[in-house]
């Protein structure tokens, strides 16, 4: 088995497939990926990440559609729900900026509290000026498409439009990107 992920990213991806493809579509997902889990999802309960990766390229397969975009978007509709979830950790930051430099020191202990067993990404940041912001991004998982649409979704959340330049690697298995943002009028 592969790197352990929390179960609410299965069960909001399969919703993510559900609003935009319909529940036949997550049925044949599961049907041909058939994972170890046996598709059955709770949010709390930690799942192989390779399911994750097995969906996402059938996904693609179905849909025509480029596993990074996939990733990307879901990053989106994840932010997206959560905002409703977690609404105070967005009420609290006020802003995009404010909310992605406390992930790590704030966010992130928070989740801990939650899922002790959670392997979370590494995030830290560079405040360039008020309107430029440095944020790394460090993982084990190639997601970082997925961060990338987290944080378009928390731009769009406060109503900020920000521009996005990525750069990366992939060392020894673990990916780091620099996402350089800035705020635009």
Sequence with gaps: ?????????FTEFMEMVEQNWGVDMVDDLIDSV???????Y???????YEELVAYVAELSKRTQQQAPALVHAFGNFLAASFVKKFRSF???AGDCFSLLKKIDDHI????????PDAEL????????????????????????????GLIEGCARHYGEQLKIERSGSLVDGLSREDFVLSKLS
């Design 42 to 48: 709770t949010s709390v309960a930690s799942y192989d």
């Design 108 to 115: 992130h202990v928070e989740v801990r509290k939650l899922y």
């Design 121 to 148: 990404p590494k995030f830290s940041y560079e405040q360039a000026s008020d309107s430029s912001l440095i944020l790394h991004y460090e993982s084990s998982r190639q997601l970082a498409d997925l961060a990338h």
């Design 1 to 9: 088995m592969g790197a352990d992920m929390k179960g609410i990213v």
């Design 34 to 40: 058939a994972p170890e889990s046996g598709g059955a």
């Design 90 to 92: 967005f009420d609290e």
